[in-house]
């Protein structure tokens, strides 16, 4: 006997089971380039095998293929090969283009998923094209650097949805940004230049099977564990939260802070607003005004990040395993992330061989930087600071890491011996101790500092 209602169900879920898989839509027909446009550089696009096939073209800018149709909300997923492993190629996300800029020719902008098969390897990674740079570089998760496979065919699949940018390459998550900036765009295919990389001239780059939904979306779970970049002002998302993260400073209050040496937060040389704490400025003395403030709380393994924003000229630093015992002058004794204008401040210029310069240990080592990942002063700049329990400790300037070091080593005792610190006993190397902004007279911005405990 037949069974109905067996069968209903049957059908009934073969239905959904058919819904869902037409959720994801063609934004690539495998046959013409309708609903696309080629803008700025002028690499050449075309059509073959069911692919978008870009050409590599000497003495033009970047190439992109980009919608005409903008897009909000949005997973995309694509397989893409590039030919080469001196160059790069990217897939533009929630876009922008000045008509205007790059001569006439037109200037594309916006978040960019990066392939990159150089020995660099940030493939996964985010960049803001033509904008802020440098978002996500895969210094933040660097386990996901092995995942690129070159000279084949890889499998990405972004998801936009609301703030949060979230990328996977061949299945694996790589990385996850949350952006005030562009609730909606373009999505582009980009050739790169390739400048005086002839050899990459007439080289290839394939895209397939391009699919795109923006409706019903369900964000693929993210592991816990990997770091994220959230560039939303003295804000934590639910996935920061279940990572063990707090905020240090709340964004409206001086709550959890004091001043160095003293019993409450000092009344002068600080100011809270707008979402800023800043040091006020006082002719460059340091610790003259308000002096330095610290948490209440001490720390000993931890991850920190927090966002500074220099005045030209100025200087300042965050300290960790300030202890407050040494009941100096002057600013309290501490490891310093040395934070400083270094085209403009004297004090780059001493120290040794540039150890007083922005983002380094400040008197002991050097950050090494490259131009590329700096922002103008008067930007804000994402800065990292961790402390294993082992000791190894790194520090990194908007998302690169720019130095790391073993507290308590030999090399560390070294450097601590022809330093400035040489007199202070055990210097650097106190089990745990307070988090410090320190006031050296200049006017500097600090928000969005957030810290995690590491066991």
């Known amino acids: 006997m037949l069974n109905i209602k067996k069968y209903s169900i049957l059908a009934l879920s073969l239905i959904s089971l058919s819904a869902a898989a037409q959720k994801a839509k063609p934004l690539f027909d495998g046959k013409t380039l309708t609903g696309w446009k080629a803008v700025a550089g002028a690499a050449p696009y075309k059509v073959e095998d069911g692919m978008i096939i870009g050409t590599m073209t000497k003495g033009t800018p970047n190439s992109f293929l980009i ?10 997923e694509l397989d893409v090969k590039l030919e080469g492993e001196s160059t790069n190629s990217g897939i533009q996300t929630r876009s922008h283009i000045k008509p205007e800029g790059n001569n006439g020719k037109g200037l594309v902008f916006g978040r960019q998923v990066e392939i990159d098969p150089t020995p660099r390897a940030w493939t996964g990674g985010v960049y803001d094209e033509a904008r802020r740079l440098w978002l996500y570089p895969l210094e933040l998760n660097p386990s996901a650097k092995s995942l690129y496979k070159k000279n084949e ?3 990405y699949r972004i998801e936009c949805i609301g703030n949060e940018l979230k990328t996977w390459v061949n299945g694996t998550s790589v990385s996850y940004v949350i952006d005030t900036l562009d609730k909606s765009g373009f999505i582009g295919l980009q050739v790169h230049g390739i400048g005086n990389i002839l050899e990459n001239d007439g080289k290839k780059v394939y895209f397939k099977n391009i699919n795109i939904q923006t409706e019903n979306l369900k964000s693929k779970p993210f592991p816990k564990g990997i770091y994220a970049v959230n560039l939303t002002p003295n804000d934590l998302s639910a996935y920061e939260k279940s990572n063990g993260y707090k905020l240090l400073f709340d964004g409206k209050s001086n709550m959890g802070w004091i001043g160095a040496y003293k019993t409450s937060f000092p009344a002068k040389g600080w100011k809270i607003a707008d979402g800023i704490i800043s040091v006020e400025p006082s002719g460059g003395a340091e610790s003259t005004n308000g002096g330095d403030i610290v948490t209440k709380e001490e720390f000993s393994a931890f991850d920190m990040s927090f966002e500074f924003k220099l005045t030209p000229g100025a200087n300042s630093g965050v300290k960790y ?6 009941k100096n002058t002057g600013s309290a004794i501490g490891l310093e992330y ?13 120290g040794r061989d540039g150890n007083r310069t922005l983002g380094s240990l400040y008197d002991l080592i050097t950050a090494k930087k490259e131009p590329r990942y700096l922002r103008p002063i008067g930007s804000w700049n994402n800065a990292r600071l961790v402390v294993y329990p082992n000791n190894k400790v790194e520090h ?3 998302g690169v890491k720019v130095l790391e070091y073993v507290r308590g080593s030999e090399e560390f005792k070294k450097l601590v011996s022809i330093s400035k610190y040489k007199d202070w ?3 650097g190397e ?3 101790g307070h988090i410090l902004l320190q006031d050296h007279g200049n006017k500097v911005d600090f928000r969005t500092i957030k810290i995690k405990n590491l066991k």
């Open 321 to 326: 395993f300030v202890t407050l015992s040494e």
């Open 153 to 155: 065919f890889n499998h």
């Open 338 to 350: 040395q934070v400083l204008d270094d085209e403009l401040h004297p004090d780059a210029k001493l």
């Open 67 to 76: 919608t005409e149709k903008e897009y909000g909300d949005f997973i995309l």
């Open 430 to 432: 106190a089990p745990k």
């Open 396 to 398: 990194y300037l908007n």
């Open 425 to 427: 006993k055990d210097f």
